[in-house]
């Protein structure tokens, strides 16, 4: 086989394989979603431990989960949102988490729950708003992805058991992912794991 030839072949080659690390990123980011896993944790915390109970359970899962999803069905939908692309999501996706953090802070406080379930209400709160903050005034884009799966994991690590630990380790392929497609820096994704983990640490024993 000619050289001419085997060159095409090795660059469709490579191609399809930065492809597929592409394909596999997305479905990590995906799947690593913070309303997706603020969803599993604040179903655990409830089915195990009998967190957030009544209808208060239904008000964190609407506050923690569905508010901060809404933006990406709602720029994949509207033509003229989804053409801005993810500047525009993400924007959208910070505003509304703080919309709904502070709408579950505010009903906790109001329906006088407390301890932990403060803590976790108050500790998505603070992070939002550092991530909103560091966003919009300083230009520097913690991660959200980031701080949205460390936090539970720490929460669940010092509630439930702490075999939860573990799932730290779920924070590499999201670290991995993020830097393949430039969504963010090291320094990003390393700040956004750290606050709502330094939070909780703060927040638990002061509250609970």
């Known amino acids: 086989m000619h050289a001419n030839t085997i060159l095409p072949l090795q660059h469709m080659k490579n191609d399809s ?13 995906f799947v690593a979603l913070p309303p997706l896993v603020a969803l599993c944790a604040i179903g655990i915390l409830h089915h195990r431990l009998g967190y957030f109970p009544g209808e208060s359970y239904g008000v964190t899962l609407m506050c923690l989960s569905l508010l901060p999803f809404l933006p990406y069905p709602i720029t994949w939908l509207i033509p003229s949102l989804r053409h801005r692309g993810r500047f525009i999501q993400r924007g959208m996706a910070v505003v509304f988490s703080v919309i709904g953090y502070v709408t579950g802070t505010a009903y906790c406080l109001l329906k006088g729950l407390h301890g932990i379930e403060l803590a976790i ?3 998505y709160l603070f992070s939002g708003l550092i991530i909103a903050l560091l966003s919009f005034l300083c230009h520097f884009k913690c991660s959200g992805h980031a701080s949205g ?13 702490p075999v939860f630990f573990l799932g730290y380790a779920l924070l590499i392929p999201v670290f991995i992912s993020s830097l393949r497609l430039k969504r963010h820096t090291r320094e990003e994704l390393m ?12 927040l638990v024993p002061l509250l609970g």
Not at 149 to 161: C, E, F
């Open 191 to 202: 700040a956004g794991a750290l606050t709502p983990s330094l939070l909780l640490l703060l």
């Open 149 to 161: 799966l460390a936090g539970p994991i720490t929460l669940l690590g010092m509630q439930v058991s």
């Open 17 to 29: 394989h930065a492809a597929w690390q592409t394909i596999i990123s997305f479905i990590v980011r």
């Open 121 to 123: 209400l108050l500790s």
